[in-house]
């Protein structure tokens, strides 16, 4: 395999899901800011908050757009660029995204148009429904999406057909496995609430600009006080699913949490690490297992074994790792062979030793225990950078809703331009904690299951690197077209009248 392949093959994924990952967490938290808003216009009838809706719809609007277009692309590249990931595990990854095409893509489509078009054409309550619905269609669409994501970081209710080479489901149940796994569940809550969070920064942001400039005062104060309440509400879920999070990451991925932490020797009481040589003692044991004492392995724990599991097993070496899956491999071919052949007393054999070094069978492909630790410097800093800054936004959001109570928050610029630089850094914040996810489990195109060199395409290394630079060029004009449009709607404003009754 040309490793050129594989290195152009990921960057091309990675330029795709970042270009998207611009543009998803906006439309996730600004649904629910306008659904908010428009709320309020039905309860007390005042047009002024109809037209905060409209305003925040405008910016939703192209935001969605962009976002569907990158997310079709990437989609495809599944099939493009990683067809034997999705031979191997087409028809468990498949099932949700189909879910999520029939479903969630047809009724954000359907109610989407109510929303823009239907203001003087259906019932207030009518159109207040369908506000809500499609904000519930973009989040049904990123449930399916992380599921299957989930899956790849914790692969769970599949059977391995030796057969046709392929995990399948089996039944019923291992959908509802997959579907609603733990690591399933917590990533969607984690991701869809950081969603809510860039909402929040933005519509803060974009209203803290008005009132630095004096304009659309009473406009740019509701908007931040909405904003500022639901963000907070935002943050404090945000670290509820977090820490749930690393627990489910210290037990299922402990390589991910050893490279997050630069952990290199495990302990008992491990610390946690803020930056240099300041560390929290044993903070790291209690986040990663919500005990004052238990074993948090490092990187050269993972690699070398012999560590007791939370089973009382000891943890298998990298190396003994690899030996069976070399040995699943072997079993595999003969098996194939054997089946060909007609020779029923050995396949049964072969299905046996199979099944029993199945576990490991990722590991095959691996030929350095190396490989199997991630880049520690860019996940170390990744993860600071994401608490960090979303413990700035935090404090952004408290001391703007203490200012909005005493009515000073004008005679704060410093706060208020503060404010306006948040939306550029909770974007670098939103792309550190996807940086995190998905570097972190490198190797693995999925957990101990299909590293990425074994789920490439086979194609022309000049091919991959062709399409990417046309990608990049292509995203890279969609994003300034939609920050030129995005300019130009804030620039003018929403146009509110200061005459209209001041029942905020």
Known sequence: MDPSLIDWSRAQFALTAMYHWLFVPLTLGLGVIMGIMETIYV????????????????????????????????????????????????????????????????????????????????????????????????????????????????????????????????????????????????????????????????????????????????????????????????????????????????KTQPMKLAAFEGLEDGSEHAPLTLVGDLKVPNMLTILATHQWTGFVPGINDILNGGYKLPDSTLALSAEEKMSHGAIALDALTQYRTAKAEGSTEKVEDLRAKLQENLPYFGYGHIKDKKDLVPPVGLLFWSFRIMVGLGSLFCLVFVLIIVLQYRKKLTRWPLLLNVSTWCIPLVYICSQAGWICAEVGRQPWAIQDLLPVNAAVSALQSSSVRVTFFIFLLIFTLLLVAELGILFRVVKKGPQIEEATPQNT
């Open 43 to 250: 309860v007390r009838g005042d047009e002024y908050w109809r037209r905060l809706t409209q305003f925040w719809m405008k910016i939703f609007g192209v935001n969605f757009a962009v976002g569907v277009a990158t997310g079709l692309i990437l989609e495809f590249e599944f099939g493009t660029n990683w067809s034997n990931y999705s031979w191997l595990v087409g028809d468990i990854f498949g099932a949700p995204l189909a879910i999520e095409g029939i479903l969630a893509f047809f009724m954000e489509s359907t109610f989407i148009a109510v929303m823009y078009f239907g203001w003087d054409k259906v019932s207030k309550r009518f159109h207040l429904a369908s506000t809500w619905l499609t904000t519930l269609g973009a989040t049904i669409s990123a449930w399916w999406i992380l599921v299957a994501n989930a899956w790849m970081q914790y692969p769970v209710g599949m059977t391995f057909n030796p057969d046709t080479v392929r995990n399948e489901m089996s039944s019923l149940g291992s959908f509802f496995t997959v579907a609603f796994s733990p690591m399933a569940v917590t990533k969607f809550c984690h991701t869809v609430m950081s969603g809510w969070l860039t909402g929040a920064v933005v519509v803060v942001g974009i209203s803290a600009w008005y009132l630095v400039r004096h304009r659309e005062e009473r406009f740019a104060r509701s908007s931040m006080l909405v904003g500022s309440i639901f963000g907070l509400v935002a943050c404090a879920l945000v670290m509820l699913t977090g820490d749930t999070s690393g627990v489910i990451v210290g």
